[in-house]
């Protein structure tokens, strides 16, 4: 078990990386990389989530191109990353969806963001830069990977070596949004 302030400082050295090095990474940093999303807590344990890992080269240059925006100028670099994981919405178990309907609320969306966070703070622990993503050509995505048109890609991660140059994090002052016992 590590100790609050090394967790503190991992949560604290992660950033979006857009700089990738030309350097393979290991299968095995990958493997724990997602089991980390896979032993990420769920709503009723539903677990409504398949990683697809992307490192095939001709493969995840398509896979990169459907992220791209030329007009915006967006996810350019994504060509750089040596691995790519798209992270599909997958139906929950029966006990989370009824928990949706009489909640009013999809838990799924929010595990899915629980888990995608567990496997970039893993990726930091192991040493790779990452970056989440949400702009892209989902129905590209889905053709490129043989995702079902029934599925949701939600996410995807780049991941790979970087330089590792920190940059100071600029965040609201917690006093702005953390209060104790009222809002």
């Not at 703070?121 to 702009?135: D, H």
Request: glycine letters at 6%.
């Amino acid at each position: 078990m590590i100790d609050g302030n090394t967790m503190l400082s991992l949560i604290n050295s992660r950033q979006s990386e857009r700089r990738y090095l030309d350097r393979p990474v290991e299968k095995e940093k990958i493997e724990r990389i997602t089991e980390a999303g896979r032993l990420s807590p769920s709503a009723c344990n539903g677990q409504p989530w398949r990683f697809i890992v992307v490192d095939e080269p001709g493969l995840r240059q398509q896979v990169s191109s459907a992220t791209e925006s030329e007009i915006l100028r967006m996810n350019t670099f994504v060509h750089q990353a040596p691995v790519l994981i798209v992270i599909v919405r997958e139906k929950s178990n029966f006990t989370s969806r009824a928990g949706d309907l009489i909640k009013k609320r999809d838990y799924s969306l929010i595990d899915v963001g629980i888990a995608t966070a567990s496997m970039v703070y893993q990726a930091t622990a192991e040493g790779l830069g990452t970056c989440i993503l949400g702009w892209f050509d989902e129905k590209k995505i889905r053709e490129l990977l043989g995702i079902p048109k029934s599925k949701r890609v939600e996410l995807v991660i780049t991941v790979g070596y970087t330089e590792n140059q920190h940059r100071n994090k600029v965040r609201k002052p917690s006093g702005e949004f953390i209060t104790f016992n009222r809002y």
